[in-house]
């Protein structure tokens, strides 16, 4: 993590250049760097799929995305530059199953050596589905595309294996090929401006850290909840469930940051290996304690703000009798000084209630009440939530006298919120993570112990459900908070899931 200079001339392939993320995702991310002045003074991008396109319906294509999806149009103030940007652009229309295709690369590196005046950094963005990774990795590798290891880089979108023994598998496969400082494996939730400003507030204030440990934190959750069902994606969820797609890596992304020790820098390693301290540390669950830790659900049909919706059997691509998981939550320790008999509470689903991804920090309440009983109703433990989105918020909740001449308490909330707090607009996460590639920086990417120790904790939960199938599925639904299952592990220890308050609703 280190602040941002304008990289070195970089050409950039995007496997899956026709696909839907570089569509949505990838291309605006790229527009609004070229915006802000962060690509470099000579790049190249170059999108790969079979579909054939010319340069020119290919671009045409790109800026409909950008028009749909970027935070800031064409046309609108401030942007405009979609001309200057789409010289950059072009479309590479091959096979990439096929070995002999890949010369076409080599052929193009050679051709932007020549027109930059020096070797660029070739950046290999794998947008393309897992199954096609293998293939795509050990073609490349033997194109040698530079002697200089730094300067070739690879990044691997998610997910990233499908089980441990996959992941470990593709792991061994790159660590062929690349070193490890060539592999950047994404996980967005980290490019996310306010997941990153969790070590901003944890490590550059003296305030929180002494209290940020067992003796005064009772609890943590973080919920990542989503009111979209598997919007088209069904093929891919049906592999993969709400455990593999957002608890194995976002959430305990998140969980670790919240979780892990002080670093003594913010270099690349040092805060990844903070990180991977986090996991290991976490509790294995034992398989027959599954039930007792873990909750899965699938939602079914019903309403949604109005309007019907299906429920996620009868979505396209979907096995009318799924037993996916739509929901997961989980009870976590972890076994470490700080956070021993601490649980973390973590819950994710789709077409849930509402779309909010929040950390809630509860804390232990005042050892004594000394206000007048009447007051009592009314205390509240302190509380600080950390909003990751849609609201940019920080919010810590504290007792303060009611006015008037009674001693009456209520509990009230100081907010620091993005909007309120600064003009600019925060980038996109594909916008920082797309940077930090170029500039070869790979503290916001997962290292391959990360993804092993992940893997390995939602191993005895993934074995246990695909051992034993769900026989109350669907079980919640669509714009509720889920199954009742999910309401019990927490209210069996006494809890209950936080919701935000109604300022933010407002
Ligand atoms: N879409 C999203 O929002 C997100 C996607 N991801 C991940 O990104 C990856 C891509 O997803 P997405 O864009 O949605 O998938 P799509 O199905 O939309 O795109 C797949 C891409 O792969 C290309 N492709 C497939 N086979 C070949 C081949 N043999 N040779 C060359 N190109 C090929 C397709 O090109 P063509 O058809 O022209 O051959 C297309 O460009 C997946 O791993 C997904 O999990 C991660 C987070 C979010
Ligand atoms: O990686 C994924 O994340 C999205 C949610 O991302 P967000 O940034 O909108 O919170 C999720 O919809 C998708 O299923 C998953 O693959």
New binding site residues.
């Given amino acids: 993590m280190q602040n941002h200079k304008r990289p070195a001339s970089s050409l950039i392939f995007i ?11 990838l291309s605006p991310a790229l527009y609004n760097l070229f915006i802000d002045e962060w690509m470099p003074t000579k790049f190249s991008i170059v999108g ?4 054939p396109y010319n340069n020119e319906d290919y671009r045409k294509h790109l800026l409909n995305g950008v028009q749909q999806f970027s935070r800031r149009k064409e046309g609108e103030t401030g942007a405009g530059k979609w001309q200057d940007f789409s010289k950059y652009v072009s479309y590479l229309q ?4 096929q070995d002999a295709e890949y010369q076409k690369i080599a052929d193009i590196v050679k051709e932007k050596e020549k027109e930059f005046g020096e070797h660029p950094n070739v950046i290999f963005y ?5 199954q ?2 293998p293939g795509i990795v050990s073609k490349l590798g033997p194109l040698n595309i530079c002697a200089d290891t730094k300067c070739t880089r690879v990044v691997v ?3 990233f294996g499908h089980d441990l023994e996959s992941a470990l598998e593709l792991n061994k496969l790159l660590a062929s090929m690349f070193d490890e400082k060539q592999i950047y494996r ?1 996980d ?1 939730y980290l490019g996310k401006e306010t997941v990153q400003n969790i070590l901003a507030m944890r490590f550059a204030n003296a305030l929180f850290e002494p209290i940020w440990n067992r003796n005064y934190i009772d609890h943590v959750q973080i919920t990542a909840s989503e009111t979209v069902g598997v919007e088209g ?1 069904g093929d ?1 969820y049906e592999r993969a469930g709400a455990l593999r797609d957002m608890v194995q890596n976002h959430i305990l992304q998140i969980l670790c940051m919240v979780a892990m020790e002080a670093p003594v820098n913010f270099e690349a390693d040092e805060i990844r290996n903070k990180k991977v301290d986090v996991l290991n540390a976490i509790r294995k669950i034992n398989t027959e304690d599954v039930h007792r830790y873990a909750v899965r659900g699938q939602y079914g049909d019903g309403w949604m703000q109005g309007d019907k919706v299906p429920g996620y059997a009868q979505e396209k691509s979907v096995d009318p009798n799924s037993k996916t998981d739509t929901f997961a939550a989980v009870k976590f320790y972890i076994d470490n000084w700080r956070w021993q008999g601490v649980p973390f509470y973590v819950r994710t689903g789709k077409r849930m209630h509402e779309k909010t991804t929040i950390v809630t920090v509860q804390f232990r309440p005042a050892p004594n009440y000394a206000f007048p009983a009447e007051s009592a109703d009314t205390w509240r433990p302190n509380r600080l939530t950390i909003s990751i989105a849609p609201d940019m918020d920080i919010r810590l909740r504290f007792q303060a006298k009611r006015p008037g001449q009674d001693m009456t308490l209520k509990p009230v909330d100081m907010i620091f919120s993005y909007k309120d707090a600064y003009e600019e607009h925060e980038p996109e996460a594909y916008e920082t993570l797309l940077l930090d590639v170029m500039e070869g920086n790979a503290t916001l990417f997962m290292r391959s112990d990360q993804v092993q120790a992940s893997w390995e904790i939602i191993k005895p939960i993934q074995d246990t459900w695909a051992a034993r199938q769900p026989v109350d599925f669907p079980n919640y639904a669509p714009g509720s908070w889920g199954p009742e299952d999910a309401e019990a592990l927490i209210a069996r220890d006494g809890r209950n899931w936080v919701t935000l308050p109604a300022p933010h609703k407002e």
Avoid: C, Q
Avoid at 15 to 25: A, I, Q, V, W, Y
Avoid at 94 to 97: K, S, T
């Fill in positions: 496997f899956g250049g026709s696909g839907d993320l570089n569509f949505r995702k790969i799929g079979r579909r091959m096979d990439a199953e794998l947008a393309v589905a897992p096609l990774v979108e998610k997910p994404i967005h994606r891919y």
